[in-house]
C-alpha cells in the first residue's frame, strides 16, 4: 500500500520495549533488526490512543470494576466477526491468555495429569505443563513440504491418557487456519475421550483472504469440553496492556478457573487495558482490516522472495497470523550454525525453531 499508516518507523529501543532492549541480553548484541516477539511496530490505532489519553485525563488510577460495555464490546465482537455469540457470564477476565492457560491447568488437572499439544507450537504451551508437573504429551502435527496437518491416529492414540488438550487456532507458528472438518473431528475425539480442550484464540482476528476462522466453541455441541481463550493484545498490537479473557460456557469449569483467578487476585484488571479493549473492539475495525490488506501484501512479498531468492528454504503456507515458518534445514548447518549466521552475520534476531 502507497502511503499507508503502517509504513511509518517508529524508534522502540530505550521505552522498556522487551523486543528490542532485550537484544543484548538475549542474542549478546543490540545492533540486530528485532523479528522475534510477536508483536508489531505499528502505531495502535487512533481510536485506541484517544481513548487512552481520555482515561488519563481522569488523575485517579485505582481499583476498577469492568462495566457492561466492557463485556458488551467482547460478546458484540465474536459475533459480528465469528457468527459467535457468548453470554456475559461466561467470561473470565485474565491478565493474558497465557496465565489463563496456566489457571485452567491448575483448576483443571492434577500433577500427573497427562495434558496433550500438537508441535510444533508456541513454547508457553509445553510450561504451563511441565512448570505445573502435569505429563507433557505431544502430537506431532504432519509436515509435507512445509503444510502442517494432523497425525489424527496419534491424536487419538495420545487423548486416550489425556486429561487436557490445548489448541491453537489459528496455529503459532505453522500459521493454519483449522477447518470446520479439523475442528469437528478435534470436538468429535476430545468429547469421545472426556478430554477438556484449552483453545487458544489470540490470533483469530489475523486471518488471510481465502481462509475463515471458526471459533470451536461456535460448534455447540462441544462447547461444554472448552475453554476458549480470547484477546485483542496480538490483533491490535496492545499486548503491554495485560488484557484477556476467557471464555467458558460451561459452569463447572467455569467456577473452578474463575474461583482460582480470584484466589491469586488476578481479575481485577489494567485500567488502561479495560479501556484499550473497549476502543479496539467498538472502533478500530476500520484500523483492523487496513492493517490485514498490509500484511498480506507483506506476506505476498516475503513468499515471493524466499521462493525466487532462497529456493531451499522452505516457507510453511501463511493462512494467519504475523508469522512466518522457515525450514532452513535444506542447508545442511545445526542449529547452533544457523543461529550464530543469523545474528553475526545476517544481523537478524529471530526465534529458533527447536524453540517450538
Given at each position: 500500500m502507497?502511503n499507508s499508516?503502517?509504513?511509518e518507523?517508529?524508534?522502540?529501543?530505550?521505552?522498556?520495549?522487551?523486543?528490542?532492549?532485550?537484544?543484548?541480553?538475549?542474542?549478546?548484541?543490540?545492533?540486530l533488526?528485532?523479528?522475534?516477539?510477536?508483536d508489531?511496530?505499528?502505531?495502535?490505532?487512533?481510536?485506541?490512543?484517544?481513548?487512552?489519553?481520555?482515561?488519563?485525563?481522569?488523575?485517579?488510577?485505582?481499583?476498577?470494576?469492568?462495566l457492561?460495555?466492557?463485556?458488551?464490546?467482547?460478546?458484540?465482537?465474536?459475533?459480528?466477526?465469528?457468527h459467535?455469540?457468548?453470554?456475559?457470564?461466561w467470561?473470565?477476565?485474565?491478565?493474558?491468555?497465557?496465565?489463563?492457560?496456566?489457571?485452567?491447568?491448575?483448576s483443571?488437572?492434577?500433577?500427573?495429569?497427562?495434558?496433550?499439544?500438537?508441535?510444533?507450537?508456541?513454547?508457553?504451551?509445553f510450561d504451563a505443563?511441565?512448570?505445573?508437573?502435569?505429563?507433557l504429551?505431544?502430537?506431532?502435527?504432519?509436515n509435507?513440504n512445509?503444510?502442517?496437518?494432523?497425525?489424527?491416529?496419534?491424536?487419538e492414540?495420545?487423548?486416550?491418557?489425556a486429561?487436557?488438550?490445548?489448541?491453537?487456532?489459528?496455529h503459532?507458528?505453522?500459521?493454519?487456519?483449522?477447518?470446520?472438518e479439523?475442528?469437528d473431528k478435534?470436538?468429535?475425539?476430545?468429547?469421545?475421550?472426556?478430554?477438556?480442550?484449552?483453545?487458544?484464540?489470540?490470533?483469530?482476528?489475523?486471518?488471510?483472504?481465502?481462509?475463515?476462522h471458526?471459533?470451536?466453541?461456535s460448534?455447540?455441541?462441544y462447547?461444554?469440553?472448552l475453554?476458549t481463550?480470547v484477546?485483542?493484545?496480538?490483533?491490535?498490537?496492545?499486548a503491554g496492556l495485560?488484557t484477556?479473557n476467557?471464555?467458558i460456557?460451561?459452569?463447572?469449569?467455569?467456577?473452578?478457573?474463575s474461583?482460582?483467578n480470584?484466589?491469586?487476585?488476578?481479575?481485577?484488571?489494567n485500567?488502561?487495558?479495560?479501556?484499550?479493549?473497549?476502543?479496539?473492539?467498538?472502533?478500530?475495525?476500520?484500523?483492523?482490516?487496513?492493517?490485514?490488506?498490509?500484511?498480506?501484501?507483506?506476506?505476498?512479498?516475503?513468499?515471493?522472495?524466499?521462493?525466487?531468492?532462497?529456493?531451499?528454504?522452505?516457507l510453511?503456507?501463511?493462512?494467519?497470523?504475523?508469522?512466518?515458518?522457515?525450514?532452513?534445514?535444506?542447508?545442511?548447518?545445526?542449529?547452533?550454525?544457523?543461529?550464530?549466521?543469523?545474528?553475526?552475520?545476517?544481523?537478524?534476531?529471530?526465534?529458533?525453531?527447536?524453540?517450538?
Open positions: 502507497q499508516r503502517f509504513d518507523i517508529i524508534n522502540r529501543k530505550g521505552s522498556g520495549c522487551f523486543k528490542y532492549d532485550a537484544l543484548t541480553m538475549l542474542f549478546g548484541r543490540n545492533d533488526l528485532s523479528l522475534w516477539v510477536a508489531m511496530d505499528f502505531a495502535v490505532s487512533n481510536e485506541i490512543q484517544t481513548a487512552l489519553s481520555e482515561r488519563i485525563k481522569h488523575p485517579v488510577y485505582g481499583y476498577n470494576l469492568r457492561d460495555s466492557y463485556y458488551e464490546a467482547i460478546i458484540n465482537w465474536q459475533n459480528r466477526r465469528f459467535w455469540q457468548p453470554e456475559r457470564d467470561i473470565v477476565p485474565v491478565p493474558g491468555i497465557v496465565p489463563g492457560l496456566s489457571l485452567a491447568v491448575l483443571i488437572t492434577n500433577p500427573g495429569d497427562g495434558i496433550l499439544i500438537q508441535t510444533p507450537v508456541y513454547h508457553p504451551f505443563v511441565v512448570n505445573h508437573d502435569r505429563k504429551l505431544t502430537s506431532p502435527l504432519i509435507t512445509g503444510v502442517f496437518t494432523i497425525d489424527w491416529v496419534d491424536f492414540a495420545k487423548l486416550s491418557v486429561k487436557m488438550f490445548i489448541l491453537c487456532n489459528p503459532n507458528p505453522v500459521g493454519r487456519v483449522w477447518t470446520s479439523e475442528l478435534i470436538g468429535y475425539l476430545c468429547n469421545k475421550h472426556n478430554v477438556v480442550v484449552f483453545v487458544d484464540e489470540i490470533h483469530a482476528d489475523l486471518v488471510y483472504p481465502g481462509f475463515t471458526i471459533s470451536l466453541a460448534l455447540k455441541e462447547s461444554d469440553l475453554i481463550g484477546s485483542p493484545a496480538k490483533s491490535f498490537n496492545i495485560a484477556a476467557l471464555i460456557s460451561n459452569p463447572s469449569l467455569r467456577s473452578k478457573v474461583g482460582l480470584d484466589k491469586l487476585h488476578l481479575f481485577m484488571g485500567s488502561f487495558g479495560i479501556r484499550a479493549l473497549i476502543a479496539a473492539y467498538n472502533e478500530s475495525e476500520a484500523w483492523l482490516n487496513e492493517l490485514l490488506v498490509y500484511l498480506n501484501e507483506t506476506k505476498e512479498q516475503l513468499t515471493h522472495f524466499v521462493i525466487n531468492e532462497l529456493p531451499t528454504v522452505s510453511s503456507p501463511i493462512e494467519s497470523t504475523y508469522l512466518a515458518w522457515l525450514d532452513f534445514s535444506g542447508w545442511g548447518i545445526s542449529q547452533a550454525e544457523l543461529v550464530d549466521l543469523m545474528v553475526n552475520k545476517a544481523l537478524l534476531a529471530l526465534d529458533p525453531g527447536d524453540k517450538f
